[in-house]
């Protein structure tokens, strides 16, 4: 791996709201731990040209205002880890744009759930869904419950696997959060179809065999990432329902949720899927999206 492999920074959204610290926090535990810098980048919507009626006085006044947040944001990475290197960057832009191009040269890019909500009429969430579906690099969405935080560093990272070749990026993502941690991983396959259909009830389908393919499938695609990562501790779920609600169940007892992305559809039409919207709004931790084309590893 080359010198500027090694240096590529995690990169967080900051933008002043409790959910952007909480994504400070959160990125600088993982910056620590992979050994890179941390970078806090806060994107400012009002160009330099269009002072407005209101004058090239009160944007320097809001430009003051949010170079405040970073420093903020800057001493919070610091007191949680000493230690280590903290760049901040303010450009001019919308949230989308500037921390989709970060993502070009991040190792990974941290945000809240949920932000101010007052940039350019996005709706709350809005720049979370975008960037997971889209980011050139993996993305965490940093959600949080009421939780005790000297027991949630035990608990497993969870996997969902969908049994595509999309899933191949997010299996390498996840294996390598769970050995960073010194944590289990548990994998999760669920399948549907004609189930929920009480109409097949009497078309004597062999479910025992499916789910048996299905568990095959699930072992398949975890055997040599398995084989890579001998010291983690792998739990295998199969089960009959609906991904979401599977990886919801898990998350509860989760420190990390991981699943891929197919990253279709442009930023004015988002298409995250279902199972990537669920999570992102309604996971009672973070959960880290991966797309398929992602090239940088996550691991030191």
């Excluded at 960073?180 to 062999?206: C, E, N, Q, Y």
Aim: net charge negative; proline share 5%.
């Amino acid at each position: 791996m080359s010198e500027q492999d090694i240096r590529r920074t995690v990169v967080v959204g900051v933008d002043g709201s409790p959910s952007a610290t909480d994504a400070v926090r959160w990125g600088a535990a993982e910056a620590a731990r992979l050994g890179v810098p941390l970078r806090l980048v806060i994107a400012f919507g009002w160009p330099a040209d269009d002072a407005g009626t209101l004058g090239g006085a009160y944007r320097e006044r809001l430009l003051g205002h949010a170079r405040g947040q970073l420093a903020e944001a800057a001493a919070v990475a610091a007191g949680e880890q000493p230690g280590i290197m903290v760049e901040q960057q303010l450009v001019v832009g919308s949230p989308i744009a500037v921390l989709g191009a970060e993502a070009r040269r991040a190792r990974l890019v941290v945000i809240g759930d949920r932000g101010t909500g007052r940039v350019e009429g996005l709706l709350v969430g809005s720049v979370a869904v975008a960037l997971a579906a889209h980011a050139a690099c993996p993305v965490v969405v940093v959600r949080w419950a009421e939780r005790d935080s000297a027991a949630t560093g035990s608990l497993p990272v969870v996997l969902g696997v969908d049994g595509s070749a999309t899933s191949e990026a997010a299996i390498a993502f996840a294996f390598a959060a769970a050995a960073a941690r010194k944590v289990p991983l548990v994998a999760v396959h669920t399948w549907s179809g004609m189930v929920f259909d009480p109409s097949t009830a009497s078309m004597g389908i062999d479910w025992e065999a499916i789910e048996n393919a299905e568990r095959r499938l699930l072992a398949d695609q975890l055997a040599g990432w398995a084989e890579k990562h001998p010291e983690t501790v792998v739990e295998q779920v199969v089960t009959r329902d609906r991904p979401a609600h599977s990886l919801l169940e898990q998350a509860a007892r989760a420190q990390l949720v991981v699943i891929g992305s197919h990253g279709h559809g442009t930023l004015a039409g988002l298409i995250l899927g279902s199972v990537g919207h669920a999570l992102v709004h309604r996971s009672p931790c973070p959960v880290a999206v991966v797309r398929p084309d992602t090239a940088q590893p996550y691991s030191a």
